[in-house]
């Protein structure tokens, strides 16, 4: 376990500020069993690279994850649902050890997005398996996009599943098939 410091997501704070309602875009409840939420300043958000991570709070049982922005918050801070001052480690997420990795799918004739949950590392990168040099882009609500104009192909519509790699944080590649599907599915 490793304390950080306040100008790194260190040493958060409570601040009384309004929130974007759960900028994760994690469906609602999807962690409320497990752990409080935790809302992070927007310079740390990483456009949404932080969804997910989870925090101990000193003095405080339980664990925190991140699942939304607090637009006022200062690089370092975070905010908490009560009124309290606390210093934060991170931590693996326990969930983790027991879940198996998801994702579910928005999809368009031009655009197909994915979220995923429960991966052992963050995504940083994926790509299309049959043409690597085709990558996803991340938005700023926890989704990958592509643009099926993005694709040099004469089809239409998508084919699914689409074979896509996914690197994760830690370097480790993994390769999947995603399906159109609004309901979260295992991903491997």
Same mark, same amino acid.
């Given at each position: 376990?490793?304390?950080?410091?306040?100008?790194?997501?260190?040493?958060?704070?409570?601040?009384?500020?309004?929130?974007? &309602?759960?900028?994760?875009?994690?469906?609602?409840?999807?962690?409320?069993?497990?752990?409080?939420?935790?809302?992070?300043?927007?310079?740390?958000?990483?456009?949404?690279?932080?969804?997910?991570?989870?925090?101990?709070?000193?003095?405080? &049982?339980?664990?925190?994850?991140?699942?939304?922005?607090?637009?006022?918050?200062?690089?370092?801070?975070?905010?908490?649902?009560?009124?309290?001052?606390?210093?934060?480690?991170?931590?693996?997420?326990?969930?983790?050890?027991? &879940?198996?990795?998801?994702?579910?799918?928005?999809?368009?004739? *031009?655009?197909?997005?994915?979220?995923?949950?429960?991966?052992?590392?963050?995504?940083?990168?994926?790509?299309?398996?049959?043409?690597?040099?085709?990558?996803?882009?991340?938005?700023?609500?926890?989704?990958?996009?592509?643009?099926?104009?993005?694709?040099?192909?004469?089809?239409?519509?998508? &084919?699914?599943?689409?074979?896509?790699?996914?690197?994760?944080?830690?370097? *480790?590649?993994?390769?999947?098939?995603?399906?159109?599907?609004?309901?979260?599915? *295992?991903?491997?």
């Amino acid at each position: 376990m490793k304390i950080l410091s306040f100008f790194s997501l260190g040493i958060g704070g409570y601040a009384a500020m309004p929130l974007i &309602q759960n900028a994760c875009h994690f469906p609602a409840g999807l962690y409320d069993d497990i752990y409080f939420a935790l809302n992070i300043s927007p310079v740390d958000w990483e456009n949404g690279a932080k969804c997910g991570h989870c925090f101990k709070v000193k003095d405080k &049982q339980g664990v925190g994850i991140i699942t939304n922005i607090c637009p006022d918050c200062e690089k370092g801070q975070m905010s908490f649902a009560d009124d309290r001052y606390s210093q934060i480690y991170e931590i693996p997420c326990p969930h983790l050890s027991q &879940q198996k990795p998801k994702y579910r799918t928005q999809c368009s004739d *031009e655009v197909l997005r994915v979220q995923f949950v429960d991966t052992p590392r963050p995504v940083t990168n994926i790509v299309l398996s049959e043409n690597p040099d085709i990558e996803f882009r991340k938005t700023w609500d926890n989704f990958w996009m592509i643009r099926h104009s993005d694709i040099p192909s004469t089809e239409s519509i998508w &084919q699914f599943p689409v074979g896509i790699t996914c690197v994760l944080a830690s370097g *480790e590649m993994r390769h999947a098939n995603i399906e159109l599907t609004t309901k979260y599915k *295992e991903l491997w």
